[in-house]
């Protein structure tokens, strides 16, 4: 079975500062895509930035970026020029390739941003 | 473009008393459907998912059970709620088949049971 490891439970950054946010997973398989989505205190989930298992390239939306090491399995993500409303829990998550796959989440890093 | 509803926002229910969460689709058709259940300081736990009226799949064991009476409406309910049922539930959408793998969430109900 695949499991995501979050092993930051909180994390602090002083804004307009650069913060990483650490993820592992493990899988046997070779076609999965990769997510990390945002809490915010409103509680909804916010699709932050995606990555292909298939694609070297690593993802890049606007100050968000991630660090995608496949041999590693690990995929972190860097929030550059940090701002106040980036405060919020940040979830790791895996799924499958094909239809049906779901998404598997890690426990989540708080992120604090300090003004 | 796509929104997904859920209601109520926030319940309190009584250990015993029955269960129905909403969730619908707009703007899609034939969506993939999830509920996901996020305990106080947990992540998220994949409850029941969909790709289909009348095809529902469920990932844990438990007094809950799900519906999908309608392409774009997906329901959570119980006979019988426990204390641990307590939680945030989440429902999400995807689109269905092969190509896209986002999963994109409702704004959540906050359920308490005492």
């Known amino acids: 079975a695949q499991t995501v490891t979050q092993s930051q439970p909180e994390m602090s950054v002083q804004e307009a500062e650069t913060v990483t946010l650490s993820c592992t997973y493990d899988?046997?398989?070779?076609?999965?895509?990769l997510f990390w989505y945002k809490q915010p205190p409103s509680r909804q989930m916010i699709l932050v930035i995606r990555?292909?298992?298939?694609?070297?390239q690593n993802a890049t939306e606007n100050r968000f970026s991630v660090n995608f090491q496949k041999a590693a399995k690990s995929f972190s993500l860097k929030i550059s020029d940090s701002q106040l409303g980036d405060a919020a829990m940040y979830f790791c998550?895996?799924?499958?390739?094909?239809?049906?796959?779901?998404?598997?989440f890690g426990k989540g890093t708080k992120l604090s941003v300090k003004p | 473009s796509q929104t997904i509803h859920q209601w109520p926002a926030t319940l309190v229910q009584p250990v015993g008393s029955p269960l129905s969460l909403e969730c619908t689709v707009e703007?899609?058709?034939?969506?993939?459907l999830y509920w996901y259940r996020q305990a106080a300081g947990r992540g998220l736990q994949l409850l029941f998912y969909?790709?289909?009226?009348?095809?529902i799949s469920s990932e844990v064991p438990q007094n809950l059970s799900a519906s999908r009476p309608q392409d774009r409406q997906f329901i959570l309910s119980s006979k019988k709620l426990l204390l641990s049922d307590s939680g945030f539930y989440l429902c999400?959408?995807?689109?269905?088949?092969?190509?896209?793998?986002?999963?994109?969430f409702g704004p959540g109900t906050r359920l308490t049971v005492t």
């Open positions: 899988t046997s398989e070779s076609d999965y895509y």
């Open positions: 703007g899609t058709s034939n969506p993939n």
């Open positions: 998550a895996y799924r499958s390739g094909g239809s049906q796959g779901n998404l598997i």
């Open positions: 969909s790709i289909g009226i009348d095809q």
């Open positions: 999400a959408w995807s689109v269905g088949g092969t190509g896209n793998y986002e999963q994109y």
């Open positions: 990555q292909e298992a298939y694609k070297q």
